[in-house]
């Protein structure tokens, strides 16, 4: 084979023990390719990075190393601004990009378009779901009032880490069916976020601060672990953690109302300077391609561990009985979740706003003083 690309995903197996699995493949079986997946004209050795970069890092300065990146689509629109990233209308045709956003779970596909051009591929799905110890005899709540009642009764936490206290506040505000960031100069209406403030707080003035602090990792891990928290309503799904989890939707607002959550998962992005080689383009589409092909994604994703953005393989019994039943039960989640905007400087905004909910809340400041000053960011993030 030819020299080498370099690809950049994240340091949990989830974001890299499946790309790991085809560049051994790779290695195995040389130019034939490894059966059954289609080979490719050179390898391409993958880089890691903490996830707390994936969900907040610069993609401009990867992009000069690495050939392929694994991206959150929420830092596009800055990437896309930067001018460092190739649409993937310049790679591959209308019918085949059409093929992969029909077969895309939810809005996998549609979350990395921006203003009409795709401009990175789902690779992994994700969104905010329930968690709890498999050994929690209680119903798991459907709706978010079912949820106090039972932290009435068992260890409950929210994971508000990084950015996930914004993500948290705006999944409820979804599940009120007042999806943010669509309102003139307020993130959300009053109510909505009073309500969902008041919610958080009442949560948290339950919860041990060792854990709500803490990532989707860390508050699953300690689920998993069985001497801590018995459920969180809120966490980004880990089909890794299901064997010693229970899984289920996001909590509804109102009884058979849409679930609150939203959306995550990775996808596959290009690296403009790299790809002006015609021949490291061919290669890179090779890549692509077979990622994002049914047999990887049906097949090699998750045997080895990984969570794929195929629809496909969620409505799969096998896959679902091969994860714990995950897939199944968190289906209509990853199908309902709220897709972030995009625009340039969103995730230091995100960030930022996380900030604020955190230690407001942590600090017992009232809802209606936290809603102004995130208004403030918000503006001063849409009105620069």
Do not use: N
């Not at 591959?92 to 996998?108: I, K, M, N, Q, T």
Request: charged share 25%; glycine share 10%; hydrophobic share 40%.
């Amino acid at each position: 084979m030819s020299a080498e690309l370099r690809g950049m995903t994240w340091d949990h197996p989830r974001g890299y023990a499946p790309l790991d699995k085809l560049a051994r493949l790779d290695d195995r079986s040389g130019p034939r390719g490894p059966y059954p997946y289609e080979p490719v004209r050179r390898p391409l050795r993958w880089d890691r990075r903490p996830i707390e970069d994936l969900e907040s890092g610069s993609l401009a300065a990867l992009t000069s190393g690495h050939d392929v990146l694994v991206v959150d689509h929420a830092a596009l629109g800055t990437a896309v601004a930067d001018g460092c990233l190739l649409p993937l209308d310049e790679l591959f045709d209308e019918a085949e990009l059409a093929a992969w956003r029909d077969g895309a779970v939810g809005a996998s596909y549609d979350s990395h378009v921006i203003d009409g051009r795709p401009w990175a591929l789902p690779v992994d799905a994700a969104a905010q779901v329930a968690a709890a110890r498999r050994d929690l005899a209680s119903a798991l709540p459907g709706t978010w009032a079912e949820v106090r009642e039972l932290a009435r009764a068992y260890p409950v936490t929210l994971c508000l880490g990084g950015p996930h206290a914004f993500l948290t506040f705006c999944a409820l505000c979804v599940a009120q069916g007042a999806p943010p960031c669509r309102y003139e100069g307020t993130v959300v209406p009053p109510d909505a976020g009073e309500a969902a403030l008041d919610t958080m707080a009442e949560l948290v003035s339950r919860c041990d601060s060792e854990v709500w602090r803490r990532g989707p990792v860390g508050v699953l891990e300690m689920i998993a672990a069985g001497d801590g928290p018995a459920y969180c309503p809120l966490v980004d799904g880990y089909v890794t953690y299901a064997g010693g989890l229970r899984y289920a939707d996001a909590p509804a607002w109102e009884p058979g109302g849409r679930p609150g959550s939203v959306l995550g998962g990775t996808g596959l992005a290009v690296s403009r300077p790299r790809a002006a080689d015609p021949a490291v383009r061919d290669a890179i589409r090779d890549h692509l391609r077979r990622l994002c092909s049914p047999a990887v994604q049906r097949d090699l994703y998750p045997a080895a561990g990984g969570q794929p953005a195929a629809r496909s393989t969620w409505t799969d019994a096998e896959a679902s009985a091969l994860s714990g039943g995950f897939y199944r039960a968190t289906l209509a989640t990853v199908e309902a979740a709220w897709v972030r905007p995009t625009g340039a400087g969103y995730v230091p905004f995100q960030d930022a706003a996380s900030r604020l909910l955190r230690d407001g809340i942590a600090g017992r400041v009232r809802p209606r003083s936290l809603l102004r000053d995130l208004d403030t960011l918000y503006r001063s993030w849409r009105c620069p």
